[in-house]
Each structure stands twice: as C-alpha cells, then as structure tokens.
C-alpha cells in the first residue's frame, strides 16, 4: 500500500509546484494544464483502497 501512495504522493507534488509557479509568471495556459494534472493525480483513494484490500489478503493467507 505505501508504494502506490508514496508515488502518488511524488506526482502531485512534481505537479504543484511547478502550478503555482507558473501561473505566478502568468503562463495561464501551461497552468491549466498543470492544474488539470494535478486534479487527476490528486485522488489517493483507488490507491489507498487497493493497497487495504491487499493488505486485508496478505493478512487471512497466512
């Protein structure tokens, strides 16, 4: 469970900074697009429930 996050973790921050960056320059179309990246990266919970149920099997197989 704690790789899957930790690489979210990665990609929303290699997104969020450089978005306010930008648009901090007044680049508002790389911002946008930027900001849209960081939406899609933004959600851990697919990864956070996948690495529970994992963790749930690991568990009753042993």
């Keep these: 469970m704690s790789v899957g996050q930790k690489t979210e973790h ?7 900074n450089p978005t306010s960056l ?8 790389a911002a946008d697009l930027l900001e ?3 939406r899609e990266e933004g959600s ?3 990864v956070t429930e996948a690495g529970e149920q994992f963790d749930r099997q ?3 197989s042993d």
């Design 10 to 16: 990665h990609g929303i921050a290699a997104y969020g």
């Design 44 to 46: 851990l919970e697919e």
């Design 58 to 60: 690991a568990v009753t």
């Design 22 to 29: 930008v648009d901090d320059l007044g680049y508002e179309e």
């Design 36 to 38: 849209e990246s960081l």
